[in-house]
């Protein structure tokens, strides 16, 4: 079946550690690719899209993802966590048809300071 | 601007009963989308609307429906609530259809069915 796969449930990290944060996904074609994030009671938060053009993307807060077609894969980095980044990360896949959106089940991230 | 306003925020619900949740998209998006978040599943699409019109349907029963007002406004009814629906549902708006870069999120009614 078709779906967006992130690997880690659950991760937990010292302040200044590196992160990256899987993300694969099993749609063919056309694909558009997003993360989110959810910081404790607040809503989803756009954080970087993939649209088209240079794999390797930038978005807020020193986020970046790197889109393998190959690998089906949209894997989120940051070299350095800070506490604040303690939050929810949803992968998400649009196929270009619609706003439609298929996400990850999401990947909790703990920074301890 | 003012963002994605869901209502209520809150709500508590018997099995068997049924349920209108409210979304107001930002001032000048027509497209709205409506999600269920469990933290089994993840976000699941359930619907979205584009002028009035439901556009696109996820894999849900039917007792998950809704609709679209001329103002962009949309609402999303359960009936027949079951404890599995316990969920936050999130609605999320756009300029258009094609719109993605700019989907908004509300904050989400909490579902709680006892």
């Known amino acids: 079946a078709q779906s967006v796969s992130q690997h880690n449930h659950h991760v937990i990290l010292s302040e200044a550690a590196s992160l990256e944060l899987g993300c694969n996904y099993s749609?063919?074609?056309?694909?558009?690719l997003f993360w989110y994030v959810q910081y404790p009671g607040q809503h989803l938060q756009l954080l970087l899209k993939?649209?088209?053009?240079?794999?390797l993307v930038k978005g807020i807060k020193g986020f970046e993802a790197e889109f393998i077609k190959s690998k089906f894969s949209f894997n989120l980095r940051k070299p350095s966590v800070q506490w604040s980044d303690t939050a929810e990360y949803f992968c998400?896949?649009?196929?270009?048809?619609?706003?439609?959106?298929?996400f990850g089940t999401g990947t909790s991230l703990t920074v301890i300071p | 601007k003012a963002g994605v306003t869901q209502t209520p925020r809150y709500l508590i619900k018997t099995r068997g009963q049924q349920v209108t949740l409210s979304c107001s998209p930002i001032?000048?998006?027509?497209?709205v989308s409506w999600y269920q978040q469990t933290p089994g599943q993840g976000l699941q699409f359930l619907f979205e609307y584009f002028s009035e019109t439901q556009r696109n349907k996820g894999n849900f029963p039917g007792r998950f429906s809704g609709r679209q007002f001329s103002n962009s406004r949309s609402e999303m009814n359960v009936s027949t609530l079951e404890l599995g629906d316990s969920a936050l549902y999130l609605c999320a708006s756009s300029t258009s259809r094609g719109d993605i870069a700019g989907y908004t999120f509300g904050s989400g009614t909490r579902l709680t069915v006892v």
């Open positions: 001032s000048g998006h027509r497209s």
């Open positions: 749609y063919g074609g056309t694909v558009n």
């Open positions: 993939y649209f088209s053009g240079d794999p």
């Open positions: 998400a896949v649009n196929l270009g048809t619609g706003n439609q959106f298929y």
